[in-house]
């Protein structure tokens, strides 16, 4: 088991580095660090000076791959530094100034503070939604429910963000609209979140889910498990949905680790401090070191994602082997 | 005079039709194939929401037209010059008073543009409730004794016709009946021929529910003709612009994401996947090698990243964007690129597992025993056995590229702002919800226009994976779906 997860960790090197180079390519060789300063500093007419000055403190002043006039050629470029240094999970300073690592180390706890609960709660709400609708297969219940999955998956997230915040939190009262405190006076702000976040996902994941047990349902041991009179209940609980779970797996334990990462949008309308609004306003206010971190935690964090859904096969799956 | 414009997506689009039109016509010639999509359009479900997505398509053809006006060759008043531009800002004019040559409007406009004339140069001065007749904000009126008051004007177009708000509603009725009589009308005209010819002959086709979508769109299209040319049904933004016109015009921005963004990824997915999963080898670890690193990356960062540099390199080569239009034509074609390039992955993970499966098979070994060349034996025997899993892709990845346009341009990465969106819409909708009273109605006509699109792009997808995902052919049996209840019903 060790052997087999150090062998995937070593294989994840050359992607990482792979993620890498695209990112590089797509910041600094499309677009030289010229072209970024000049859009950076806004004016269409800024003198050289002020760009060079800004390339400089920023080290984007070196050359690309190989420096001819330092002591270490491949060391003291911008590859080196932006993109070999991510690897040792170096994240530098963003172009603002500020040390991306910390602030990465900061704001991951709201973005999980939302998510983890989110994914949970979602996660087991459709489970159960796709048992009963597997329960009654065939029915007018079955088409009812499989209709209204679809409805609900057809609406944009950011329909449920903004219906949800101005009806429970503009009309109703119930909750804050947006904010965010740390610790349990925080609750009231990450309900509403939480609730839109499962409500989003419901059309989707039920959908999806529906369709694995009901493949599922078709096996011969669901017959065998109905011909011996055990009743329909059991045979959901004790014999589709353990069975069930393993193709459920592949698509859940994936996006775990991203769970740190956090949604773009929720947190931007719902103004949560994580992770995820830390990418949009970089987006926004082009700070490209940023984002360039975040595309590289992201792939990290994926990695791992693809790396437990295979160890978590295991657990689920005796026939699964690592070797 | 007019001079017609070639857009790149003008063009791209009118080329996707046409293939589409060869790949039905070579469908004849497949009966598998035909009695698959048969099946599709024997459900009342696939028949009617195709006609709504021919329905979408069709406007988006229509706004694709594009061509330039003639400016007369006198100056303009400033009054005729709102009428031949539609934005405000957009009318710039040229001397043209000393040069005999004609010159053109800088603005581009479409046939849809031209349809919707009626509604479009109704413009107000700022926010509008639908269906209201006074403006959202107070301003100070004189009055005609002198005094300044300060309260609500009258809009300048909506309802201009009216005397006072009493006479509203019974207005609204009568038009809104006119209009629906008007549809019917129409609506009858079109089915009525088809139905005669057809009463005596047994369909499979279930035409009650095709003759139900038509009417339905006929109806609601003349009655948001009649009554947006004298109301502003979803009310005006911010400038005053009428949001149905917005909203009309983002369909185009829509079906062309769709479509566009769908092509792009087909054939790389194609040629990698099933390249991949026939060569095998060291073909099979590279494609493999790209599709995983292009996958760990969270798309959406990817694609705010590509976009972001699209408008480093647009700002940096201003002079060769000088109008609006190509200027956000160019950004749109970049972000259809973009999402395509970024979204490959899946289509092709898909393909190559397929291939590897299906070049083990008997006739795939007796095709090479014959010597038959590798093009061959991958365009006779692997390219036609993995076409269902290439439609499905096709059919569900539009709708889902439909939505993560409006997430897009909410983010601010989307398609350029002159150009009409739904994300675009709805992104203003952020400031508007938070005014007081809430400008509602831009975030709802959005809601309506891209949730009508998707369900039926949903639905549709829905009975063409039904009718071509073999995995599915059990549980249909098990559970009778739509499609199978159709079918049986069939006809009338």
Redesign the interface.
Known sequence: MLNYIIRRLLYAL??LL??NI??FA??FV??SPD??A??HLGDKHVSEEAIDNWKAQRGYDKPLFINHNSDSPLTDTIFFDKSIRLLAFDFGKSDEGRSIGSDIQQRMWPSLAVQLPTFIIGVSINILFALLIVMF??TVF??AAVTLC??M???????YI?GG??LFA?ILSLVPISGYLPGSDGLKFLILPIIIGVIGGIGAGTRLYR?VF??E??RDYIRTARAKGVSEFHVLLRHLLPNGMIPILTSVVVVIP?LF?GS??ME?FFGIPGLGSY??DA??A?D?AI??S??FL??VL??IG?LLTDISYTFVDPRVRLS | MIKPVLLWSDILIFLLVAALGLFVLQLRNNPQAKKRWASVFHSKVGLSSFIVILFYVSIALLDSLHFREALPPVSLTPDERTLTSDESQQSSQPDTGQSQAVAYDNQIKSVLDVILADIEKNHEKTYSAPFAIYSFSKENMTLADGTVVRDFPRLQYAGSHLNNESERLADIIARSADAMVTGLVIALLLIGGHWLATRNTSSQVPWRAAYWTIALLCIACSWLLELGSVYHIFGTDKVGQDVLVQSIKAVRTGVLIGTLATLLTLPIAIILGISAGYFKGWIDDVVQYIYITLSSIPGILLIAASVLLIDVYIETHAEDFNLTAIRADFKFLALCAILGLTSWTGLCRLLRAETLKISQLDYVQAAHAFGVSHPRVIGKHILPNVTHIILIALVLDFSGFVLAEAVLSYIGVGVDASMSSWGNMINAARSELSRDPVVWWSVSAAFVFMFSLVLAANLFSDQVRNAFDPRLAHTAADAPSSQHTAATQGGQ
């Open positions: 050359p992607i792979g993620v695209i990112t797509l910041f499309v677009n072209q970024m000049r859009v297969r065939a079955d088409m679809v409805v998956l057809s609406i944009s997230g950011v329909f903004i915040q101005y503009k369709t009901l493949e349902a078709t991203s990462i773009l949008l931007s990418t949009l987006i926004q082009q490209f984002v360039r975040m595309v992201g792939s994926y990695i693809l």
